[in-house]
């Protein structure tokens, strides 16, 4: 059964056009973190998203409640492409290289790479964001295991190792045409992911155990007091 994939809780109740001026910020926002960085000026997402400094401000008072916007957008946004490829391709291993293939392609997980740092305390205090990332997890886990247990994807592979690949970067030379490099170095990646290879890889597989333990919600320390020493 596919996940259903809900807009963050703070669309409803927006009208039409507040909810479209929202969206065109949050998508700016994504293109410019990626671009620039999280730190590219404010005035600079209400540009591209073709709205005033006060439109933006109205939805988003400051920077932090922008990127947990954009944080729970990009989380959704994987979900929804990995059980789209889940339920669309023929088995667990297309399903499995698509998806890998759109996350370098568009660099879906390298948004959430970025923003993880300055997201740290709230996915792993917050319900939430910690509740979106376990759903992009699950889905993980079920592809890996099923391409395992269908013999198309080595054994020494886990979620985790997944999840890394995820957040895969492709430099492209300058004399090599974008679309060319891309594919070549996906093709290498997915071949080396194949079932039958002969290499051994260094280490452990990083496990969906992992991943849990990872991502796990944490609550923040108390604070120190007198009475503490």
Known sequence: MAVETK?????????ADARRNRDLIVAAAQKLFLEQGVDVPLEEVARRAGV???TLYRRFPDRDALLRAVGEESLLRLVDLAETAWREEP????????????????????LPAKLEPHLHQQIRTGRDLHEMRQRVIAVVLRMTEQAQADGTLRDDIGPGDIALLMTLQIYTPPDMPGGQAMAR?????LSGL??????????????????RRYTAVRQPSAPRTHLDE
């Not at 807009?7 to 009208?15: A, I, V, Y």
């Not at 667990?92 to 660099?107: N, T, V, Y």
């Not at 290499?199 to 990083?206: E, I, S």
């Open 7 to 15: 807009k963050p809780q703070e669309t409803t109740g927006l009208r």
């Open 52 to 54: 005033g400094i006060g």
């Open 91 to 110: 088995d667990a291993w297309h399903a499995l290289c698509r998806f890998l293939r759109i996350c370098a392609e568009l660099r879906l997980g390298a």
């Open 185 to 189: 170095v996906l093709e290498i990646m």
């Open 194 to 211: 194949r079932a039958g290879s002969e290499l051994t890889l260094p280490g452990a597989p990083l496990t969906g155990d992992d991943l």
